[in-house]
C-alpha cells in the first residue's frame, strides 16, 4: 500500500519549518484567585518545576517549530523573566526565536481587545516573518500535542482554517466553543459558550469543544483579521466572531485531539485547563500517583523549562517522632525536608519544611518555609510564603475562611499576603 504523502515525517517537517506559532498569554485566570494576583496565568508554576506556558512552548519545540510568539499583557513581569531564563537556547542565525510581543499600541491606541485583536495588533510583525501557515495557541493548558499531524490534516484537507478539538462532558461544554460537524469532520456550526450545548450525535452525554489552537493558511488569516478588525460590533475574538463568520463561506475543519495526543497513557488523551484552585490542585495531586496519566518523564517528548542550578533535595533526622520522609511525592531541587512526613504532595523548588510537621496532599510553590508542628491539608501554599510554628491549615475550614480562600471543594488557598508577609510593594 502506498504511503500518503502528507504524512510522511520530511513532508511534516517542511509544513512546521514554515509554521509561526503565536501563544496567546496575556490573560489573567481570574478563576484562580489570589494565585494570579501578581501574575498572569501562564507563568503559574504546575508540576514542581514548571509554568503552564511550558507545555505550550515544549510542544511547539518537540513538533519542529521554532518561530514562536508570545503575546503578553496582564502582568507579564514573571512571564517574561521566566521566558528569557529557560528560552533563549534557540539560535537566531537559523531564524529560530521565541519572541515575546507584548500589548504595545503598534496599529492603534488601545490594549488588546479580544484574541483575534492580539493577532491583529501584531500583524505587521506577522507579515515580516513570512509564515506559510499560523498556529494559534492558548497559553494555559496543560497537555502534550503535536503540531505537526494538526499541520498535515489541515493541508490534506486544503483548509483555509483548522480548529483542534476533544469531547467534554456536556456538562462542562458551556464554558468552551461547541461545534458541529459532517462526516469529513468539515465544521458546520461553531457556538462560543452556550447555555445549552450541542451533544454529539449517538453519544447525548458529550460535546464537541474547541480547545482554542487553530492552524490558519498565513494569507487567509490576515485578510480574516482585518475583516474583523473594521467591524465596529464585533467583540473581536475567534470564537465568538471570527469562526461563526466563516463557517459557511469557506473550509474550516475540525482536528481530533485524539489524531495528535503523545504518548497517552491507556488510550486517555490528556488535557487539562487549570484555570481554577480545585482544578489546579487536582491536577498537581494526579502527578502524584503510580502511573499519572501525564508521564513529565518521558525522554522522547521533553518538558522544556528554566531550572535554577539547586542542590539535590535532603531528608534528615531518623528517630520515631522526628524523621524527614516522603511517600507518593514529587519533592523537587534544593528542598529540605527536616524531620517532617510530605505525604501525597508536590514540592516545588527551595521548600524547607522545618521539623515535626505534617503535609498531606498539598501543592507547595518556591521558595515556601514551614516552621515547626505544622500541618498542612488539602493546601495550596504560593511561592514564598512563611508558615509560622504550630500553624494549622486545612484542618478546620471555617477558621480558614476567616484568612484565606476555601474552594468549592474545600482546598485552601495560602498567599504571603494572605499572612500579612507582602511580597509586592512600591513605596
Same mark, same amino acid.
Given at each position: ?27 489573567? =485566570? ?39 510568539? *508570545? ?20 539560535? =537566531? ?86 461545534? =458541529? ?188 518555609? *514551614? ?57
Amino acid at each position: 500500500m502506498q504511503q500518503d504523502s502528507t504524512s510522511s515525517p520530511r513532508f511534516v517537517s517542511a509544513l512546521t519549518k514554515n509554521t509561526v506559532a503565536l501563544i496567546l498569554a496575556g490573560g489573567r =485566570g481570574s478563576r484562580l484567585k489570589d494565585l494570579t494576583n501578581w501574575r498572569a496565568k501562564p507563568a503559574v508554576p504546575f508540576g514542581g518545576k514548571f509554568r503552564i506556558i511550558d507545555f505550550p512552548l515544549s510542544n511547539c519545540i518537540n513538533s519542529g517549530i521554532r518561530r514562536v510568539g *508570545i503575546v503578553t499583557q496582564y502582568k507579564s513581569h514573571s512571564l517574561i523573566q521566566h521566558i528569557q531564563r529557560g528560552w533563549g537556547f534557540l539560535r =537566531g542565525e537559523f531564524n529560530e526565536f521565541v519572541e515575546l510581543l507584548p500589548a504595545q499600541q503598534r496599529i492603534e491606541e488601545e490594549w488588546y481587545k479580544g484574541t483575534a485583536d492580539a493577532v491583529f495588533q501584531n500583524l505587521d510583525i506577522l507579515r515580516n516573518m513570512g509564515p506559510e501557515y499560523v498556529l494559534i495557541l492558548a497559553g494555559d493548558h496543560i497537555y502534550k500535542m503535536d503540531y505537526g499531524q494538526m499541520l498535515a490534516s489541515h493541508v490534506r484537507n486544503k483548509a483555509d482554517m483548522t480548529v483542534a478539538c476533544l469531547n467534554v462532558p456536556i456538562e462542562e461544554a458551556k464554558a468552551f466553543g461547541v461545534m =458541529g460537524v459532517d462526516d469529513d469532520d468539515r465544521i458546520i456550526q461553531f457556538r462560543e459558550k452556550p447555555d445549552n450545548p450541542d451533544p454529539l450525535p449517538g453519544d447525548p452525554t458529550q460535546s464537541l469543544a474547541s480547545m482554542g489552537i487553530y492552524v490558519f493558511n498565513a494569507a487567509f488569516l490576515y485578510e480574516q483579521l482585518i475583516r474583523d478588525a473594521d467591524d465596529p460590533d464585533s467583540n473581536h475574538d475567534f470564537g465568538q466572531n471570527i469562526i461563526p463568520q466563516m463557517i459557511h463561506k469557506y473550509r474550516v475543519f475540525a482536528h481530533r485531539f485524539a489524531d495528535s495526543c503523545v504518548n497517552s497513557a491507556d488510550g486517555k488523551h490528556y488535557w487539562r485547563d487549570v484555570g481554577t484552585i480545585d482544578a489546579f490542585w487536582e491536577a498537581n495531586m494526579e502527578l502524584t500517583k503510580v502511573t499519572p496519566e501525564l508521564n513529565l518523564y518521558d525522554a522522547t517528548w521533553p518538558i522544556w523549562t528554566y531550572q535554577a542550578q539547586l542542590p539535590p533535595a535532603k531528608f534528615v533526622f531518623d528517630s520515631d517522632d522526628r524523621r524527614g520522609k516522603a511517600v507518593d511525592s514529587l519533592i523537587s531541587g534544593g528542598c529540605i525536608i527536616s524531620g517532617s512526613c510530605i505525604r501525597g504532595s508536590v514540592l516545588f523548588s527551595d521548600v524547607h519544611v522545618h521539623s515535626f510537621g505534617n503535609v498531606e496532599e498539598s501543592v507547595i510553590l518556591p521558595n515556601v518555609d *514551614i516552621g515547626r508542628h505544622v500541618t498542612l491539608k488539602r493546601v495550596v501554599i504560593d511561592k514564598g510564603a512563611r508558615i509560622p510554628e504550630g500553624m494549622q491549615i486545612g484542618v478546620n475550614p471555617e477558621e480558614d475562611r476567616k484568612r484565606f480562600y476555601v474552594s468549592e471543594k474545600g482546598i485552601t488557598l495560602v498567599t504571603p499576603e494572605m499572612l500579612g508577609q507582602n511580597m509586592h510593594y512600591a513605596r
